[in-house]
């Protein structure tokens, strides 16, 4: 283990050590267009470095840190509530605890001394929250350098490089098994150190479809269009999760009442006249019959999710009549008084609810 301060500082160095240099025109091996030489700064060099570094990104809603990851077990209270997160299987209870209320802060606070791993593999001991919000500055300035880890494509181990020397001679082959043996050998090359890839070599996309890739420049050009994509990607989920965050605000608390409905043109809304919807903040809708002023015997609930959309899940039991608004809803817009929904499942379905005063 090593201490905070300096451990910071070498994984700042070693994130942006490819990057923050001159990238270096790829020399030519022999007769082979496809085998080039690199050294520590070139761009073939940047590119493997921040695809082979630590993901740190899977326990983001548990550290809000995607240069690092936490070492499990830990204890931590979530919302209040006391946890030992022994493994990733432990996730699903966090996320039960954030998904109690809609209208709370979520927030996770650890019993230090805690592990995490950063980056570069090391592993840093925190041990109070004074460093663990410095560890937080550090990833921010990481992130704002948009220089982070490239993950959306992963190399197929084993691959083989060739090592060689400032005058182009080969020294050796140094066979790589992994993402974190890959990352030393390229943090490791010294001024005078310089290597090629041994292709062709295979890069497995989501559901293990593979990329044949048989030069720096496809290589290059495979990560450049995946990140591209990635961050594309990135800014759909973060657009649907703030219009998210904002529906919940909408709905939580509030009365609605169905202004429209149709089912492939016809309209059911005269089958809920007589009804109105309010969404409590633990994900509950309470069913009243507005003739009597009583809550009808309806069991209903309701959950909020995004992707690169955000969804509406309606769920009601007791009443045959709310079979048809009991489906995810994509959202077709929304505002303070008025949210346009359509059905996943059966894009026939439209529903409009409109807030009551």
Do not use: W
């Not at 460093?131 to 993950?151: F, G, V």
């Not at 083989?160 to 043996?181: C, H, K, R």
């Not at 010294?190 to 890739?213: C, H, K, Q, R």
């Amino acid at each position: 283990m090593k201490n905070l301060k300096s451990i910071l500082g070498i994984t700042v160095l070693s994130l942006f050590l490819f990057a923050s240099c001159q990238s270096e025109e790829d020399v030519t091996i022999g007769d082979d267009p496809n085998q080039s030489t690199n050294s520590a700064d070139s761009e073939t060099a940047d590119l493997m470095a921040r695809n082979t570094a630590h993901d740190g990104s899977e326990d983001d809603f548990l550290d809000g840190l995607s240069c690092s990851s936490v070492v499990l077990p830990v204890v931590a209270e979530v919302n209040g509530q006391e946890l030992t997160i022994i493994s990733q299987s432990d996730f699903a209870l966090i996320a039960n605890i954030f998904a109690q209320f809609t209208n709370d802060d979520d927030d996770v606070n650890f019993q230090f001394p805690i592990t995490v791993t950063m980056s570069d593999y090391t592993e840093v001991v925190i041990n109070n929250q004074a460093e663990y919000d410095t560890l937080k500055d550090t990833c921010t300035e990481i992130d704002s350098k948009e220089e982070d880890a490239i993950n959306c494509l992963d190399i197929d181990y084993p691959i083989t490089v060739f090592t060689y020397d400032a005058n182009a001679e080969q020294t050796g082959s140094v066979v790589l098994d992994g993402e974190q043996e890959t990352y030393v050998f390229l943090n490791n090359l010294g001024e005078s150190d310089f290597f090629s890839v041994s292709y062709p070599i295979s890069l497995m996309a989501e559901g293990n479809s593979a990329i044949t890739i048989n030069s720096d420049a496809e290589f290059k050009n495979a990560l450049e269009s995946c990140e591209a994509d990635d961050d594309m990607q990135a800014q759909a989920e973060a657009e649907a999760k703030a219009a998210a965050d904002e529906l919940e605000a909408i709905l939580t608390d509030a009365t609605f009442k169905v202004e429209t409905g149709i089912n492939n043109g016809v309209e059911f809304t005269e089958d809920f006249v007589e009804f109105t919807l309010e969404f409590a903040n633990d994900g509950e809708v309470i069913v009243r019959n507005t003739l009597t002023n009583t809550a009808a015997s309806i069991e209903g609930s309701f959950q909020v999710v995004s992707e690169t959309n955000v969804n509406l899940e309606l769920s009601f039991a007791g009443n045959s009549t709310f079979n048809i608004i009991s489906d995810q809803f994509e959202v077709v817009s929304q505002n303070e008084s008025t949210i346009e929904l359509q059905s996943s499942t059966n894009s026939a379905v439209t529903l409009v609810l409109t807030k009551m005063e």
